[in-house]
């Protein structure tokens, strides 16, 4: 059954691994059973998507991860081809205003790991010329640019990691703190090469799990003209992992003064949601528990779509 609800509410979200997941069961972009496809996106009064090229390094042979990334950024260019009625991919805030003017899904590309890349500053430009808008420096497994959030947690960036860092922000491509070390993160900020995103994460002081972001690396965010995406995983949320708990980490970062930081990077079709949701046909619900605690409907509108599209747009 359409949710009718979704068509008061703009949608702009950072994260998603909707493309790895077609890629690996044949699941359609324009439908499917996961927690996200181009019908329910277009529900929404206006869409953008970032859609991430992601592949678990422990799951395939040494060598292998560029042509994953290829084969994926395959993948993602033949569903839009075969769903441009419905979406378009898009590099910029002109691109999306069109797309969404047209009533078509604004689809982003990015890259969740710099090992999909070989850790190789000199491919950033094939990637760029892709559209890839976003790169996740490392996912969970340490790569040959930092340690992560979850293996070598001590170490921060590489001279190869502080290499490729300057050719991303070269070709205008933005770095994604989400999954990297915390003095990772630091290296990177104290770089200051331009905005910093974490696509998805959350607020540590609620929860304490390591991919989660302190009230400080919020606020480095938040000054480096950044954003944050609220991410919809039950194990980042913690409490009872209920909508409440959820909006006590927007809350968290709005007192950061993050009302021009905060957005949403859901992890749809990469985690277990929290309290029960289905995908993005329940984000009405977070909407409404946001506008019943005092936020009003402009503040939303950053929170749902605006942040993103000025960091990405």
Request: include cysteine; hydrophobic fraction near 40%.
């Amino acid at each position: 059954m359409e949710n009718t609800a979704m068509g008061r509410i703009p949608y702009f979200d950072g994260h998603c691994d909707t493309i790895s997941a077609c890629a690996h069961t044949g699941r359609s972009l324009r439908e499917n059973e996961g927690h996200l496809d181009l019908t329910r996106l277009g529900r929404f009064q206006k869409a953008a998507q970032v859609f991430a090229i992601f592949a678990n390094a422990a799951r395939f042979p040494a060598g292998t991860l560029w042509d994953e990334c290829q084969k994926q950024h395959d993948v993602f260019e033949r569903e839009l081809a075969a769903n441009a009625d419905l979406a378009v991919q898009c590099r910029t805030g002109a691109d999306i205003a069109a797309a969404n003017a047209a009533g078509k899904v604004a689809a982003i590309l990015s890259i969740e790991g710099g090992e999909l890349l070989d850790c190789d500053p000199e491919k950033l430009a094939t990637v760029a010329a892709w559209g890839v808008k976003l790169v996740n420096i490392t996912w969970n497994h340490v790569n040959g640019l930092s340690g992560t959030n979850v293996e070598d947690t001590d170490r921060g960036l590489t001279d190869r990691g502080r290499e490729f860092v300057r050719e991303a922000a070269r070709q205008g491509i933005l770095l994604d703190v989400s999954h990297l070390s915390d003095p990772g993160f630091w290296d990177l900020a104290e770089m200051g090469l331009g905005p910093i995103a974490a696509s998805h994460s959350n607020a540590r002081a609620l929860c304490g799990h390591s991919r989660n972001l302190t009230d400080d690396m919020f606020r480095a965010i938040r000054d480096s003209g950044g954003a944050a995406g609220f991410n919809m995983y039950e194990d980042f949320i913690g409490g009872t992992r209920s909508l409440d708990d959820a909006v006590r980490h927007i809350d968290r970062f709005m007192e950061l003064d993050g009302a021009k930081t905060v957005a949403l990077g859901g992890d749809w079709d990469g985690c277990e949601l929290f309290a029960g949701w289905r995908g993005i046909q329940d984000l009405p619900a977070l909407w409404d528990a946001l506008a019943a605690h005092g936020y009003d409907r402009a503040t939303l509108e950053d929170i749902f779509f605006n942040n993103w599209l000025r960091v990405l747009g």
